[in-house]
Every structure is written in structure tokens, then in C-alpha cells.
């Protein structure tokens, strides 16, 4: 597996795991795949990299969770999330292959923390719920892709300002990474972050993946769903914490 995903065994191995775990974590709470597998990965491969290959997963989780989502989603706003989230994507990713890898690592973990602790507050911003605040919040969210693969974080926040049932979020949020991803595997070709490594490890990298997703649907209880969106958010917080005491002590 190492050598397919042109990694050392040890960090093959991490991969794996990091990838089977955020799938499950996807499976039964509907968000934080490629934020989880980017505060654990990001410290030994470069965000930039890592990028590409969460579309690869990402895309794979939202066929496999599609079903039953479309009904509930608000289509209309997940049509314009995607398209404007299609315009910021191509202008961080360009910004980020720019960054120094160190900043670049930092700056991804940075934005995990951020984000998760403006979910836990529950921070509304009434401003998202109109059409305006959903191109802003689709813009915002193509950049935060591009800087630390999370953008469907700030999709989340946008669905709480919203006050759409978890259903509905979970619906929407699927249709925004499915469709987005479309778009985005075009900005990834167009820009060249789309590479031929990324793509094998990126393919490589979906069965585990899948196999977590579907861990995690089997664990899914309706009864204990308030408490998955905390428990994911504070485990993401203190992998991004762990990262960047890696990063800034040199661990």
C-alpha cells in the first residue's frame, strides 16, 4: 500500500486509518470527512496534496449517502452553494500552492479549530439565510476548500443559521459536496492540483474510506444523534490542537 500511495509504510498506514475513521465519522453524523482526515494527515502530508485526494473521497461518500437526501435538501440553496463555492475554490488553491508548507499546515489546522468552535457555539449569523448570505457562505466555503478541505463546515454553519432540521442538513450538505465536487474536480485539472499521484492515492484511499462510512451508518442511532455533531467537533479540535503542537515543537 505504501508504494501505491508513494508514502512510507508508517504514514500508508496513518492514511488508511485516518481515512477509514473520518469515513465513519461521515457515516453517522453526515459531515467531517475531510476535515478529520486533514487533522491527522496534514502534518506529514502537505494540505495541498491532501486536497485532490479528499475529492476523490468526499465524492465516493456522497454517492454512497445520496440516497434519501434529495427529497430533504433544499435544492435551490445547494445549486447556488456550489456554484459560488466553484468561484472561491480556484482563488485559494492558487493562494495555497503559493503558501510556505509549513505555513500552509498551520494555516489548514488553524482554520479546523476555528470552524469547529464556531459550531459548537452554535453561532447563528442571520445574514446566511438569505440568497446573498448563501452565495457568501457557498464563496466562503470554496475557500476554506482550498486551504484545508473543510468547506462543508462552513456549509453546516450556513444549514444552522438556516434552522433546517438535521435530515434537511444532512441532505443539502450532499447535494453541495456531490455537485460541488463536479465543479471541482474541473477547478483541480484547470489548475493543476488534480495530479497523477493524487488521483492514485486517492482511489486508493476510497475503500477504506467507504468501509468506515459504512461502520458508521451501522452505528447510527436517531436517539444518540445530538450527541455525535459535539463529539466529532471536540475529536477534531483536539487533532488539529495535536497537530500544531506537532508542527510548532517540531514533533
Not at 505504501?2 to 465519522?25: D, N, R
Not at 493543476?192 to 486508493?204: C, D, L, P, S, Y
Request: proline share 5%; charged share 10%.
Amino acid at each position: 500500500m505504501g508504494e501505491l500511495l508513494g508514502l512510507s509504510p508508517g504514514i500508508a498506514a496513518l492514511a488508511v486509518a485516518a481515512c477509514f475513521t473520518a469515513g465513519a465519522v461521515r457515516g453517522f453524523s453526515g459531515f467531517g470527512l475531510s476535515a478529520l482526515a486533514m487533522a491527522v494527515l496534514a502534518t506529514v502530508i502537505p494540505p495541498i496534496q491532501l486536497i485532490p485526494v479528499f475529492w476523490f473521497l468526499e465524492m465516493a461518500a456522497s454517492v454512497i449517502l445520496m440516497k434519501g437526501g434529495w427529497a430533504d435538501a433544499d435544492r435551490k440553496a445547494a445549486f447556488i452553494l456550489m456554484i459560488a463555492a466553484g468561484v472561491g475554490l480556484p482563488i485559494s488553491l492558487t493562494l495555497s500552492m503559493q503558501l510556505d508548507p509549513y505555513v500552509a499546515k498551520l494555516t489548514a489546522l488553524s482554520m479546523l479549530i476555528v470552524l469547529a468552535i464556531l459550531q459548537l457555539s452554535r453561532l447563528k449569523l442571520p445574514f446566511l439565510a438569505t440568497t446573498p448570505g448563501t452565495a457568501s457562505a457557498g464563496f466562503g466555503a470554496g475557500m476554506i476548500t482550498g486551504f484545508a478541505g473543510a468547506g462543508g463546515m462552513l456549509i453546516a454553519l450556513y444549514a444552522l443559521a438556516r434552522d433546517l432540521p438535521a435530515r434537511a442538513m444532512r441532505g443539502t450538505l450532499n447535494i453541495y459536496l456531490l455537485g460541488g465536487g463536479i465543479i471541482g474536480l474541473v477547478v483541480h485539472l484547470l489548475v493543476g492540483t488534480m495530479t497523477a499521484e493524487a488521483a492514485t492515492r486517492g482511489m486508493a484511499l476510497i475503500l477504506p474510506t467507504l468501509a468506515g462510512v459504512f461502520v458508521g451508518k451501522a452505528l447510527f442511532v436517531p436517539k444518540w444523534e445530538p450527541f455525535y455533531k459535539p463529539f466529532c467537533l471536540t475529536l477534531l479540535m483536539g487533532l488539529a490542537a495535536i497537530g500544531i503542537l506537532r508542527l510548532v515543537f517540531g514533533g
